[in-house]
């Protein structure tokens, strides 16, 4: 990384005059624009936008970016968040003209190649899924997770049934409750018991005429597969209600289980996550949803249907719950997903989860000796550990995680699932090899012995990354969230 | 193709490290009965090469933009993409990287997304900006719930029928879970109308949601339309197109109160409708009300400026069904390509590619007016879109012209049933005098 300095913003490096840009000469009769927009519709001054040469702008972006850490240049744990290598044959295809240089509303005869893909695509992800219908328009696993549950809310209500309750158990991710409130429901948090997993008697305790669904992610945020996954689902199905499936952890089943023979209804897989399109610092994502045959009535429209040899956009669907993003969702993702199932093929997909969980488990044998992992079984693609014995040593998870960085690694995810104290989790993904988990497992334990001899060291770093640690109570007290000439 | 790199020695000896026997050991918690006990029905994995061809072969059935002239607009538009935005945007360390919570590791992805709200602010004539919605659409959508939280206990939302139809559609589906009623908006020689605005306000209108320039591409008398709606207390979002913020005058400057928009048209490409990125931007004294995320300023304990996600207790995770919104993965990457696109344009280059496609839209719509059977259905002043009203179908004319390798105007009779054989063009700087002449001695012919 680049030494620390202080960096100046591009606005504090405009100079009045410079340009990057050049357009060719108008070619049409000139004329001004008073002419044609009475002048109350004119901008006065233009937009305070910089003013910068080509290069400075390319050198001030490229420094920007050597100040960021990515999975092109090291090992990133984040649990959850499934930081997988990006292949880069996804990218190419992605960018060829033939399919990022075409409009969304152009003539379906002009589409055939791209409206296939998507065919193709939903086909692909049926088989892998085990599900009958799946939409592509949400354009991240949030989204989703929102119209997976509109829909069933669609459904419940096409046979007069009111339910307004979603039961989410308490290790679920932040997403899951704030989607079930945007589609209309009140939630309701399940108890997870002392082995980390759903406590099926409080399950059964909720389940009523209300619930409309019981919302899980499995395998579940801190790693393990409900293993009682046939009794949650005949609980919920006898009592009318639906399963919904958050698939951000899908890395974890390919090949070895699919959701829709568990018993779930609807499931959203971000593609971003599992099928490798590059995460882009916050995004674009994908978040496909899957649905059962007596759901595919309500799925948000237009559908990709296929009449004879043609492929066509099908709007007319009465029963949908609607449109949730402009045109049909994240193309450009939706190919490289596609291209990434087709490199791996059956073999590949089933090895990648298979080596995701060897991944996860060699971590969490070589660290318990260090860290206490929150639940002592197999977990599944990734796992979760809790600093809480440090705490007497007044070090944080957060300490931990700042120290890390000085080792060269992304820190795991912090302080989530929520109902373990001092979380860490870690999901290494497949990609890695051994020797990556060797360094960084020698990384967390060498920590672990600095905090014995010198705790200090952990609550001053980190020291190696461009800014050391910062104030982020500053961020929200003073509040500074865009610059403005001084 | 297969990315992991173990081989079969160190599966060996980490199965050792984890005590177990075999790989099927580490699938224990998984009830047999569930168990997939085949392999998937996904093909064989294919080498990069097989993977080429193959999509060289469906690419082909496609007709893209490079080789054929555009003149559809409607929510998707081929701006130029200056070249030095790929070769930036694609560097694996803004490209692989994942959100910013781990403020010292990511300050590059920070300090960008901070500009890019500075600039989204400056174009909009706002106060705050958050780091992105997911498109246009989504974020008016977005735009109408912080509204709603805002009004508190008022449940009407007024919607012009001059915005994209889509953008209406997506408005209505995100909405579905709260009690609110919407009320259509007439148009009114292209334009929302006063009148029906006047006489639809009450007490109980959360919020009044426009376009500017609207789906027709003309303008709204937007300082009279804030005036209505502020007078009864409500507020008031807008949709923009940000190219036409280079030469028209914001509503924000206006006394807007959410300003959204699609950020495709500066530097992302148009790749079938996705991914695009939208922005929000509001007054702060909004900004807690404010969806997503929020890069601020902090220091560290050496006085250092760095930057870091802020009020983070409005989001998801931390707030749960309490959030502002369950926004989570946004789009950063179109983001930033936003960014570098209006720091390359600059102060006075946006206002050059507004200019221009301003300039040929209307040389268009000139020629085209001088053609027996092509009529100018509205007289009201319009950017770079504009419709015209034929004596043929649209669709005739897109037919005839795609044998030409041109793919023609939007038919608006496909959304609006009253506007029939009306004809919706956009031209951007992109297009040539010669392309523009040639169109109109295409739709001349009979």
């Known amino acids: 990384m680049a030494e620390a300095k202080r960096d100046k913003l591009i606005f504090e490096k405009s100079v009045s005059g410079r340009k990057a840009y050049a357009l060719p000469p108008l070619d049409v009769p000139e004329s001004s624009l008073e002419s044609l927009f009475p002048s109350k519709f004119l901008r006065k001054e233009p937009p305070g936008l910089p003013e910068v040469s080509e290069l400075d702008l390319v050198r001030h972006y490229v420094k920007l970016s050597q100040k960021n ?57 049926k088989e892998i899924l085990g599900f009958d219908r799946i939409s592509f328009q949400p354009v991240a696993g949030a989204q989703g997770e929102m119209v997976g549950l509109m829909m069933i809310r669609a459904y419940l209500q096409s046979k007069g049934e009111n339910r307004h309750k979603v039961l989410i158990p308490d290790s679920a991710h932040g997403t899951n409750p704030a989607s079930a409130m945007l589609a209309g429901f009140e939630v309701e948090e399940i108890r997870s018991n002392s082995q980390g997993l759903i406590d099926l008697d409080d399950l059964k305790k909720h389940m009523d005429r209300d619930c409309a669904a019981l919302m899980l992610t499995n395998p579940n945020t801190l790693g393990l597969f409900e293993k009682d996954i046939i009794d949650i689902s005949k609980v919920v199905h006898e009592a009318g209600g639906l399963m919904y499936m958050d698939g951000a952890n899908l890395n974890a089943l390919l090949g070895l289980v699919r959701p829709g023979d568990m018993g779930f209804d609807v499931v959203h897989s971000n593609l971003h996550k599992t099928f490798s399109t590059p995460h882009g610092g916050g995004g674009p994502g994908a978040g496909a949803v899957a649905v059962k045959a007596f759901l595919a009535p309500f799925l948000p429209k237009p559908t990709i249907e296929k009449k004879g040899e043609r492929y066509v956009l099908d709007d007319n669907r009465p029963d949908s719950i609607g449109k949730v993003s402009t045109f049909y969702g994240n193309f450009g993702n939706l190919v490289r997903a596609y291209v990434y199932i087709r490199s791996n093929g059956a073999e590949g997909l089933a090895r990648i989860s298979q080596m995701a969980i060897l991944n996860a488990n060699y971590v969490r044998s070589k660290l318990e000796k260090v860290l206490k992992v929150a639940q002592d079984r197999i977990c599944m693609h990734e796992v979760v550990f809790s600093a809480k014995k440090f705490k007497s040593r007044e070090i944080h998870a957060r300490d931990i995680c700042k120290r890390l960085m000085d080792y060269g690694f992304h820190p795991p995810t912090v302080y989530f699932p929520l109902i373990v104290e001092e979380a860490l989790m870690i999901e290494p993904t497949e990609t890695e090899s051994k020797e990556t988990l060797d360094s960084f497992c020698d990384a967390l334990i060498s920590i672990s012995k600095e905090i014995e001899l010198n705790p200090e060291l952990l609550l001053n770093a980190p020291f190696t990354t461009p800014v050391g640690r910062l104030d982020e109570t500053e961020a929200v007290k003073k509040l500074n969230v865009r610059w403005k000439k001084g | 193709m297969m990315y992991t790199p173990h081989t079969e020695e160190e599966i060996q000896s980490m199965l050792q490290i984890i005590g177990i026997p075999s790989m099927e050991g580490l699938f224990a918690d998984i009830p047999k009965s569930v168990r997939l006990n085949r392999i998937l029905k996904t093909g064989r994995p294919l080498s990069e090469l097989e993977i080429r061809q193959e999509m060289g072969d469906l690419v082909r059935k496609n007709s893209h933009l490079e080789e054929y002239t555009s003149f559809l607009g409607a929510g998707s538009y081929d701006h130029y993409i200056p070249a030095l935005i790929g070769p930036i945007l694609f560097r694996s360390e803004f490209y692989t990287a994942y959100t910013p919570y781990q403020a010292e590791l990511s300050q590059g992805m920070l300090q960008a997304i901070y500009e890019y709200q500075t600039a989204i602010c400056e174009l909009t004539g706002m106060e705050v900006a958050n780091a992105s919605l997911y498109d246009g659409a989504s974020a008016l959508a977005e735009a109408v719930l912080m509204m709603v939280r ?38 009114q020689n292209g334009q929302v109308s006063l009148d029906q605005v006047k006489k639809q306000i009450t007490d109980n209108t959360a919020g009044l949601l426009l376009q500017y320039p609207n789906f027709f591409g003309c303008l709204e008398e937007i300082p009279e339309l804030i005036q209505l709606a502020h007078d009864k207390g409500a507020k008031v979002a807008v949709s923009v197109d940000p190219i036409a913020l280079g030469i028209l005058n914001s509503p924000g400057e206006l006394g807007a109160d959410i300003i959204v928009g699609e950020g495709q048209g500066m530097g992302n490409s148009m790749s079938l409708g996705g991914p695009y990125v939208g922005f929000f931007a509001t007054r702060t004294e909004f900004i807690r009300q404010l969806p997503g995320r929020i890069v601020g300023v902090a220091h560290d304990k050496e006085g250092r400026r760095g930057y870091t996600l802020t009020l983070q207790t409005r989001e998801q995770h931390i ?72 004596d043929r179908s649209p669709k005739e004319i897109n037919e005839a012209l795609l044998k030409e390798r041109i793919i023609g105007g939007l038919d608006l009779g496909r959304y609006y049933p009253e506007l029939k054989q009306h004809y919706l063009l956009c031209v951007t700087e992109k297009r040539t005098k010669s392309e523009l002449e040639r169109l109109v001695a295409l739709i001349s012919r009979r």
């Open chain 2, 150 to 187: 805002i009004g508190k206990k008022r449940s009407e939302i007024l919607i012009s029928k001059t915005i994209h139809p889509f953008y209406q559609d997506v408005v209505r589906t995100y909405c579905k879970g709260l009690d609110l009623k919407f009320i259509e908006v007439e148009y």
């Open chain 1, 69 to 125: 850490f990515s999975i092109d240049s090291g090992f990133y744990p984040l649990g959850s968040c499934t930081m997988k290598y990006n292949p880069k044959i996804n990218d190419e295809i992605a960018r060829l003209p033939g399919l990022a240089a075409l409009h969304p509303l152009q003539p379906e005869e002009t589409l055939q190649g791209a409206l296939g893909l998507l065919y193709a695509l939903e086909e692909l992800l």
């Open chain 2, 319 to 390: 707030k749960r069904e309490r959030a502002t919104s369950n926004i989570c993965t946004n789009e950063s990457l179109n983001a930033l390509a936003s960014l570098f696109y209006m720091v390359t344009l600059g102060k006075k280059g946006l206002a050059e590619v507004a200019r221009q496609s301003t300039l040929k839209a209307h040389f268009l719509q000139d020629a085209l007016s001088r053609i027996p059977g092509v009529a100018i259905p509205w007289s009201a002043p319009f950017f770079k879109e504009f419709a015209v009203k034929l």
